[in-house]
């Protein structure tokens, strides 16, 4: 069982920048593919961007996010990281830290921390 814990969530006024942290129990070997997650009130979760630890391939899947936002992952630290920068009031939203052995992505979640965003 991989547990991950989220860190670095809080409020912001648009234009900050944050930095979000999830670690995780058990890295290497045992984790295929790490993600975050966010959801806003009253809108389905949605998947931000993702990493594949074996290469360090990034993806993301917003488009209001690319240029902002980066995924990077520390092996040494088995940690995660989300930087977002321009942040935005549409930014706002409760960010989940995701991870798999497998391409889904999705096996093991974090608790979430809240970003929220004033314009």
């Known amino acids: 069982q991989v547990q991950l814990v989220e860190s670095g969530g809080g409020s912001v006024q648009a234009g900050g920048s944050l930095r979000l942290s999830c670690a995780a129990s058990?890295?290497?070997?045992?984790?295929?593919?790490m993600a975050w997650f966010r959801q806003a009130p009253g809108k389905e979760r949605e998947e931000v961007a993702r990493i594949y630890t074996g290469s360090g391939n990034t993806y993301y899947d917003v488009d209001s996010v690319k240029g902002r936002f980066t995924v990077s992952q520390d092996n040494v630290k088995n940690t995660l990281y989300l930087q977002m920068n321009s942040l935005k009031p549409e930014d706002t939203a409760m960010y989940y830290c995701?991870?798999?052995?497998?391409?889904?992505?999705?096996?093991?979640w974090g608790q979430g921390t809240q970003v929220t965003v004033s314009s």
């Open positions: 058990a890295y290497s070997g045992s984790i295929y593919c």
């Open positions: 995701a991870a798999g052995p497998t391409v889904r992505c999705t096996n093991y």
